[in-house]
């Protein structure tokens, strides 16, 4: 049973920075690439940034390039997204997802939701103005 858990969200304030991590058990974390995603009250899922299975190959949405970073890393099997210049639009709860085809790269973007099949219950990040 694949298993997946985020850790790290909180209040921090406009301006801060907040690193969130995912550690996923009951598969080969190597083998997948990996997203984070957030849903906002009221609004839809989107996605935020992938990594490819190997953690070589990055996207970001336009509206966090330069101030997101997402890492993944193979050998402690774990992945990150480094969020930094949080604003009160970043509010949201964030989620990890793992594909669940294995050895599949990102090109651009997340691509379909539906890649990912399995996912985590969230962790609240709040920017507070």
């Known amino acids: 049973q694949v298993e997946v858990v985020e850790h790290g969200g909180g209040l921090v304030q406009v301006g801060g920075s907040l690193t969130l991590s995912c550690t996923v058990s009951g598969l080969t974390f190597e083998d997948h690439a990996m997203g984070w995603y957030r849903q906002a009250p009221g609004k839809e899922r989107e996605e935020v940034s992938c990594v490819d299975f190997s953690g070589s190959t990055t996207s970001y949405i336009d509206s966090v390039k330069g101030r997101f970073t997402i890492s993944k890393d193979n050998n402690r099997g774990t992945l990150n997204l480094t969020m930094n210049s949080l604003t009160p639009e970043d509010t949201a709860m964030y989620f990890c997802?793992?594909?669940?085809?294995?050895?599949?790269?990102?090109?651009?973007?997340?691509?379909?939701?539906?890649?990912?099949?399995?996912w985590g219950q969230g962790t609240q990040v709040t920017v507070s103005s």
């Open positions: 997802a793992v594909d669940r085809a294995r050895y599949r790269t990102v090109i651009g973007s997340c691509g379909s939701p539906l890649r990912f099949q399995f």
